[in-house]
């Protein structure tokens, strides 16, 4: 599904990231690690947020520097921490991200009940508190028909009903549809309720194979 191969991130000159080799079978992938560790920077490059030296490659196919279009086509991204212009309302970037993501007929309302953001469609974000923040950063993550969505930290801030509900959500999609998934959580993965395929450690900028 992912392959990633001879990755550098560097700040400033200091090297951040490394990963010579990670090959992620198709499922659910739970990355764990303090903070710092580049777990963050490990999702935000595999989303095609930030330049890096190496290749990474999903299904064989679509290399994201190669293919940048189609690679991020079906790549998917949740911050941790959003944070969107103050005066866009929730329906704004969720019309902008469909558009661009080529969101099915009848996705967007769907998913704006299923998270709850259809009971702030209209307000702007900058008067939105970090849980709603947190509602629209996730529906935007799962516009269009992405085959990868990277979910950094999904547990916070989330009330527990909207918590079932997307992790319902995830298992419907990982079970009907083969969509794959990276997961980041500093509370007990075990409260997801997902069947998680590899446990990774990232400390350091170094990402090894770990034990659940």
């Known amino acids: 599904m992912l392959t990633v191969s001879n990755l550098t991130k560097a700040y400033n000159g200091h090297i951040a990231l490394t990963v010579p080799e990670l090959h992620l079978a198709a499922g659910i992938h739970y990355f764990r690690g303090g903070n710092g560790s580049g777990k963050t920077t490990f999702f935000r490059t595999v989303a095609g947020l930030l330049p890096f030296s190496g290749e990474i490659v999903l299904d064989n196919n679509y290399e994201i520097t190669q293919n940048p279009i189609d690679y991020r086509m079906r790549v998917n991204y949740a911050e941790a921490e959003p944070l969107y212009p103050s005066f866009l309302t929730a329906r704004d970037l969720v019309a902008f991200v469909g558009k661009a993501k080529q969101s099915p007929a009848g996705q967007v309302d769907a998913l704006g009940e299923l998270l709850g953001v259809d009971a702030f469609w209209t307000k702007p974000t900058g008067q939105f508190s970090s849980g709603m923040l947190k509602k629209l950063s996730l529906l935007l993550a799962f516009l269009g028909t992405p085959r990868l969505i990277l979910l950094d930290e999904p547990l916070t801030t989330l009330d527990v009903a909207t ?45 090894t194979q770990s034990e659940l």
């Open 163 to 207: 918590t079932e509900r997307l992790f319902t959500y995830v298992r419907q999609l990982r079970d009907e549809q083969h969509v794959s998934f990276l997961l980041t959580s500093h509370q007990d993965v075990s409260l997801t309720g997902l069947s998680i395929t590899s446990v990774w450690q990232v400390s350091s900028g170094v990402i």
